[in-house]
């Protein structure tokens, strides 16, 4: 097999264009190691914090440079920011001072929740006031070095928040798409094989599954993963929406099916089934419906032998509303479940 040609820094010329950042950050650090190296030569605490840098640097592109989805992305970012926050120990005064005026900028104008950005810019911009001052002590700069480290920390651990429920949105959103798809291509099928299309229980559950992917894919709202239960996540968002609108567009099939509250006029009685040939058209095979009450709340009217096209669309939107409802309900439960957990709990 012929071996996979590098550029002159030693990458794939081929590379995933959303990895080029990541690359380029490993060429930083590949340069800002190399000069730490050297300056540091002569102290061997430094020179083994340096080491350690470097191993999380190969770590690092391993991670990125894998093939396919065997690479660890999250990993890999994880990785950037430790490195970011542990090159402030080695920087001097003066470098210092101007990198941590540009993260008090940048965590003044983030995401933070208020309280902890309030805090945060307070704290930092008094120890950069210390450190501005001439000839600031060792005790200071070391402070200094270790604060804004840690702002730093508190800001990519809000950034890498972010990144996972971006991720895990656009994760849930394909996997409805995909639940879409499949279900169009079922109905599809359905549709056009010779013979007859009966509104049946799998009928039913079919659309009212599609209504609910068909909301999971246009969701606004955010999905709880929690990190660590990768495939008990996945299961759970591949199933509860679909489910959810299966289970609405049952109730809405039984209340069609017993006009008290809603009835589609003129009426699909038990025998009454769409079908469709080979050889011809789609035709109706009608037979006289059993009497209807005459008092119902809502009546929709549909041309003969069309109905089954309204059951269609009335089922589907039960599925993509009914979702809607039952997902309010089943979010308050895992916010309140959220809300209590603990990584530690006492017995």
């Known amino acids: 097999m012929a071996e996979e040609k590098k550029n002159p820094l030693g990458f794939p010329t081929r590379v995933n264009p959303s990895l080029e950042h990541l690359l380029g950050a490993v060429i930083r650090f590949k340069e800002a190691l190399s000069l730490l190296r050297e300056r540091h030569a002569q102290h061997p605490e430094k020179l083994r914090m340096v080491e350690s840098c470097c191993r999380k640097l190969a770590m690092i592109e391993a991670s990125v440079l894998r093939r396919g989805c065997s690479r660890k992305v999250f990993m890999a970012w994880s990785l950037v920011h430790q490195l970011d926050e542990e090159l402030f120990l080695f920087m001097e005064p003066e470098e210092l001072l101007a990198e941590g005026r540009n993260l008090l900028l940048e965590i003044q104008i983030s995401s933070l929740p208020e309280v902890v950005r309030k805090d945060w810019s307070e704290r930092l911009a008094k120890q950069l006031d210390r450190l501005e001052a001439e000839a600031p002590e060792r005790k200071v700069v070391e402070q200094s070095r270790y604060l804004i480290r840690m702002a730093l920390n508190a800001l990519n651990s809000h950034v890498d928040t972010l990144f996972w429920d971006i991720w895990a949105k656009k994760f849930s959103g394909l996997i409805y798409t995909v639940l879409l798809l499949a279900g169009l291509a079922t109905l599809g099928w359905l549709l056009v094989r010779p013979g007859e299309l009966t509104i049946g229980i799998a009928l039913v559950l079919l659309l009212g599954g599609m209504g609910g992917a068909a909301s999971g894919v246009m969701s606004a709202e955010p999905q709880y993963w929690a990190k660590g239960h990768f495939w008990v996540s996945t299961l759970y968002y591949s199933l509860v929406r679909p489910t959810q609108g299966a289970l609405a567009a049952i109730i809405v099939f039984w209340m069609l099916q017993s006009p008290y509250l809603i009835q589609i006029n003129p009426p699909l009685g038990q025998a009454v089934r769409a079908t469709t040939t080979s050889s011809g058209p789609p035709t109706t095979v009608a037979v ?19 109905q089954h096209y309204l059951y269609f669309l009335l089922l589907l939107l039960a599925g993509f509303s009914g979702d809607k409802l039952l997902k309010s309900v089943s979010d308050k439960t895992l916010n309140r479940l959220f809300s209590a957990a603990e990584k530690t709990k006492e017995a």
């Open 288 to 306: 006289a419906p059993t009497a209807q009450p005459k008092e119902t709340l809502i009546v929709l009217n549909a041309s003969q032998g069309n």
